[in-house]
């Protein structure tokens, strides 16, 4: 069974750090590539970063780069965001998602950017 399980959210204040991790299982991590996501309240959801099947080639949307770094461990069948200078606009729960819009997506974890 295919799972993706999201974690390391939390209420953060504006310019702290929080690390997100996305952990797998029923599949091995390292055959495919793997996207975040997020979704503010009355937003739609926007993809925010990607990392290859070898971690060789990242992407990032416009809003976080320079500030967010997407990396893997396929040893340990886990992705994960490092996200630094978080923003309000940052709120939301992260996704993270394996095989695109039909594929699999974890439940989710929310990020809070308040002070």
């Known amino acids: 069974q295919v799972q993706l399980v999201e974690s390391g959210g939390g209420l953060v204040q504006p310019g702290g750090s929080l690390r997100l991790s996305c952990a797998a299982s029923?599949?091995?991590?390292?055959?495919?590539?793997i996207a975040w996501f997020r979704q503010a309240p009355g937003k739609e959801r926007e993809g925010v970063s990607r990392?290859?099947?070898?971690?060789?080639?990242?992407g990032y949307a416009d809003s976080v780069k320079g500030r967010f770094t997407i990396s893997r461990d396929n040893a340990k069948n886990t992705v994960y965001l490092h996200m630094h200078n978080l923003k309000p606009e940052d709120t939301g729960v992260y996704l993270c998602?394996?095989?695109?819009?039909?594929?699999?997506w974890g439940q989710g974890t929310q990020v809070t950017v308040s002070s």
């Open positions: 029923g599949f091995t991590l390292a055959y495919y590539s």
């Open positions: 998602n394996v095989g695109g819009t039909m594929g699999h």
């Open positions: 990392i290859s099947r070898n971690g060789d080639i990242t």
